[in-house]
């Protein structure tokens, strides 16, 4: 029972121009959402949160939004870099942490 | 300041065998989480420890256990294996507990890939 869902396995996006990953859940009763970044052999890194009470939350070149009605979370990272590429989770928190299956984010030079 | 560390980094069993795995956290962290990560299944949580008592259980079968030491250090601990277990199995580490804080930052581990044959 997948709670969290990222259904692009992979992004490529051209460097400088902006990269969107998305994420899908289904239970509204999650605390507050996260986005992580992976590089191989390495453990995910946390990147930017935001509570569920808020809409957006910026810091730098990431931002995340928050859309409660649809149950939609995006990650939007401007401009986007060839550092960037990496598997990029997003996480929920509830009564335990529910994670997608990761987006491969490949920024092309 | 050292990271999360984890050990053995890789291992191989067979079938039916039993494993143990290990995670020191940061200095000054009291919450271990443990996660496996599939590649069908993204991470899937497994336990969360703090102060050496289980806090939160993830839908994962009994052969799955674990348990923290007084200096934080937690094993895993995964009982007759199946072909399904073989897994990356992470490890993160936070002050407090994630689940009830968003302060609480996981700080993640390299993670123990384990093969089961």
């Known amino acids: 029972d997948q709670q969290v869902k990222q259904n692009s396995p992979s992004l490529s996006v051209q460097e400088g121009r902006i990269s969107i990953l998305n994420c899908d859940y289904t239970n509204s009763m999650f605390d507050y959402f996260l986005w992580y970044k992976k590089y191989p052999a390495e453990g995910p890194t946390f990147l930017i949160s935001i509570s569920s009470i808020k809409d957006k939350n910026e810091d730098g070149r990431f931002t995340v939004f928050l859309n409660k009605s649809a149950k939609h979370l995006s990650l939007h990272i401007v401009p986007s870099q060839p550092g960037d590429s990496a598997v990029y989770f997003c996480?929920?928190?509830?009564?335990?942490?529910?994670f997608g299956t990761g987006t491969s984010l490949t920024v092309i030079p | 300041k050292a990271g999360v560390t984890q050990t053995p980094r890789y291992l191989i069993k067979t079938r039916g065998q039993q494993v143990t795995l290990s995670c020191s956290p940061i200095?000054?962290?009291?919450?271990v989480s443990w996660y496996q990560q599939t590649p069908g299944q993204g991470l899937q949580f497994l336990f969360e420890y703090f102060s050496e008592t289980q806090r939160n259980k993830g839908n994962f079968p009994g052969r799955f256990s674990g348990r923290q030491f007084s200096n934080s250090r937690s094993e895993m601990n995964v009982s007759t294996l199946e072909l399904g277990d073989s897994a990356l199995y992470l490890c993160?580490?936070?002050?407090?507990?994630?689940?009830?804080?968003?302060?609480?930052?996981?700080?993640f581990g390299p993670g123990t890939r384990l093969t089961v044959l």
């Open positions: 993160a580490s936070s002050l407090g507990s994630p689940i009830q804080s968003s302060y609480n930052e996981q700080f």
């Open positions: 200095s000054g962290h009291r919450s």
């Open positions: 996480a929920a928190s509830g009564n335990q942490f529910y």
